[in-house]
């Protein structure tokens, strides 16, 4: 035993010296250069496969706040006055992709969803800046008094995932967040390579965690109601190959959420 844990720690030394390059680096490019290795892109990735599984440079940050019961209309009453804020401003880099209240599914439940268009950078400097931003670490300790759990997590999104254009107000989204076992994600972004071109026209984004809880992927859907939600899913299993990939990803699965949100009244996404 005291042999494997000799053999485990010059291991991880290794990888360290691998990524780190023996130089002093910002967090933001050993976070990029990290996950190289985690992910597969750059000069360590292993196939083609794991070269094209992340769309480039941009990543997405996830956060997940469930509220006191009761505190929502507060929630978003504070949110309101900042976040609009920090979307539109020159100086932050962070941008306001969507955020969503749960309407069935896990109730009392915010998810905001930031985008970074220059990655780690973006994400870094971001950091920074509202570490010393006066209001919004005021908004942060009110938000606080009223929730029950937080997290974040730092996506990345799929590369075989579709642009989507937000074309129209109304409707609903579906945020569908699987738990995958370790190491099938390129298994699972194989399969869903084919699969999303079934189901193209609903869908809004796929990301894959990279920082927070690991090998959690999320699929955001949108429909106009519950009886479309039920034809799109309908008209996918009418496809024989719908079915072939449903049986490919299912063993690939730990557990899975499926939460129906509504954007809030200054989400960009409606």
Known sequence: ????????GRMFKQVLRNVWGGNHRSLSTWLEKFDSVL??????????????LAKPQVI????????????MAEYTENSKDILPVIHKSDEIPSKLFGQFSVAYGQ???????????????DLELSYNLLRSNNDFQRYNKEQAKILTHRSN????????WPDY???YDGGFFEI???????????EWGNAWARGIKLRDTDAVMGLASQIGEMYVVHHVW???????????????????????????????????DVNIVVPTDFSPLK
Do not use: M
């Open 176 to 186: 569908r967040s699987y738990r995958l076992k370790p190491g099938s994600l390129y």
């Open 222 to 256: 949108r429909y106009t109601n519950l009886v479309n939600r039920k034809d799109e899913r309908d008209r996918a299993w009418s496809n024989p190959e719908w079915g072939e990939i449903v049986v490919q990803t299912v063993p690939l699965i730990k557990d899975l």
């Open 153 to 160: 997590q730092i996506c990345y999104q799929f590369s075989f």
């Open 60 to 71: 997405y940050e996830v956060q997940v706040h469930d509220i006191k019961p009761g505190y």
């Open 39 to 52: 992910i597969g892109t750059g000069e360590h990735a292993k196939d083609k496969y794991s070269k094209s």
């Open 165 to 167: 254009v937000d074309d």
């Open 1 to 8: 035993n005291e042999y494997k844990s000799y053999l485990r």
């Open 107 to 121: 109730l009392d439940r915010i998810y905001t969803i930031w985008k970074y268009q220059n990655g780690y950078k």
